[in-house]
């Protein structure tokens, strides 16, 4: 059983930051890649950023040159720093992780997800 625990959601301003973490614990061998995942209201989710173990990233074009994901290994965490908000970001926030775990099952693994609203 493996745990994904987010936070650093709130409310902002458009124009204004924020930045999100996500720690994964339980039975973890390993973990390959890590990813944010967001849907906005009425939307289906959507990839927004993703890293693998190695620092390999992809980025949606909609938030390209605005948002930075990266890893802390030895702690089982990502982070998700979000720049130049915009109304269009608003949504839920799931972190999502493609894990192996030491019984040797590898799987797939969600967060609960954390709110992040941008105002206009």
């Known amino acids: 059983q493996v745990q994904l625990v987010e936070s650093g959601g709130g409310l902002v301003q458009a124009g204004g930051s924020l930045r999100l973490s996500c720690a994964a614990s339980g039975s973890i061998f390993s973990i390959n890649a890590m990813a944010w995942y967001r849907q906005a209201p009425g939307k289906q989710r959507e990839l927004a950023a993703a890293i693998t173990s190695g620092g390999n990233t992809h980025y949606a074009d909609s938030v390209k040159g605005r948002f930075t994901i990266s890893r802390d290994n030895a702690k089982n965490t990502v982070y998700l720093q979000m720049d130049t908000l915009k109304p269009e970001d608003t949504g839920v926030y799931y972190c999502?992780?493609?894990?192996?775990?030491?019984?040797?099952?590898?799987?797939?693994?969600w967060g609960q997800g954390t709110q992040v609203t941008v105002s206009s």
């Open positions: 999502n992780a493609v894990v192996l775990t030491h019984d040797a099952q590898i799987g797939d693994y």
